[in-house]
């Protein structure tokens, strides 16, 4: 019998399922090397609905990843970690071939990681994983509000009645692996500490929302339709999410942007974020 066969009998490999959530937040709670792209609350629900695979033993649970298909054009790895004892290789070994195949079988053909944890990109580099393109963060501190702009559309409160306007807005606006899914707008609007829309010629033209954590304010999206940009609603947006935050108490605002979309750049830059010198690669793989 080859020790490979060994090593796999030892360490099972399968599907995982609701049962496993218990253990798999344990880890996320204990390991060190555990990286995850959504909030800790939030991975409950993407555990429950999206496909992810672990590996475990007879003293239990050794490591795991869950990935968010994309469809038509990819799936993204969205949260994986590993037990401390474990190495990096033989936990690629295992679990990786498994989510290619199930990558494949959903009729996606390619493989995306979005993160600069060094434990794990550089074994996915070493797998055939290439950097596509850089994402760099923005910080705004303080208190000081935002310089005056003006308000070409009329902003409110998002209600879940928008879900339908907002995923078209949305794909319209991203490229494809930025893109929001229905249940990830659902979520926000459901959750988000502010979620507003922009209207103008009786639709919905943009959106923005962001969440808390103490005094700190990550803006997670700002959305404006394609045909309408250029008329300062980015602008409008962004201003009025700044003004929301700040009276809410917050005093430090990040975001995170491509590194070559300089148009957004531009207006971070303006209302006052400063690139942090922070950069995180997208990794792709095309699969045959």
Not at 18 to 43: F, Y
Not at 148 to 156: D, E, K, M
Not at 196 to 219: F, I, K, S
Request: proline share 5%; charged share 20%; net charge positive.
């Amino acid at each position: 019998m080859s020790l490979s066969f060994l090593r796999r009998e030892a360490n099972q490999v399968r599907a995982i399922t609701q049962g496993d959530l218990r253990s798999i937040m344990r880890m996320v709670d204990t390991a060190w090397r555990v990286h995850i792209r959504v909030p800790p609350v939030e991975l409950g629900t993407k555990i429950r609905a999206l496909p992810g695979f672990l590996a475990e033993d007879q003293a239990g649970l050794r490591g795991f990843m869950v990935m968010e298909p994309q469809h038509p054009h990819v799936a993204l790895i969205i949260a994986a970690g590993l037990r401390d004892t474990w190495n990096v290789r033989p936990y690629l070994d295992l679990l990786l071939p498994e989510v290619e195949r199930s990558v494949r079988a959903e009729g996606l053909p390619a493989l995306a990681h979005i993160g600069n944890v060094a434990w794990l990109v550089d074994d996915l580099q070493a797998r055939g994983f290439e950097i596509r393109e850089w994402i760099v963060a923005f910080e705004r501190h303080g208190t000081e509000p935002p310089p005056a702009t003006a308000a070409p559309a009329r902003l409110r409160s998002a209600h879940s009645s928008d879900l339908s306007a907002l995923l078209t807005l949305d794909g319209l606006a991203f490229n494809h692996i930025w893109r929001k899914s229905a249940g990830n707008l659902n979520e926000a609007l459901a959750s988000a500490d502010s979620f507003t829309v922009a209207e103008l010629d009786g639709q919905l033209v943009g959106y923005t929302w962001y969440e808390r954590y103490n005094r700190h304010a990550h803006l997670t999206r700002l959305a404006v339709h394609p045909a309408y940009q250029g008329r300062g609603i980015g602008a409008q947006l962004l201003h009025s999410a700044i003004v929301n935050a700040l009276d809410s108490g917050v005093n430090m605002i990040t975001l995170n942007t491509q590194e070559t979309n300089g148009r957004s750049r531009s207006l971070y830059e303006r209302f006052g974020f400063v690139f942090t010198r922070q950069r995180m690669p997208v990794l792709w793989k095309n699969l045959p």
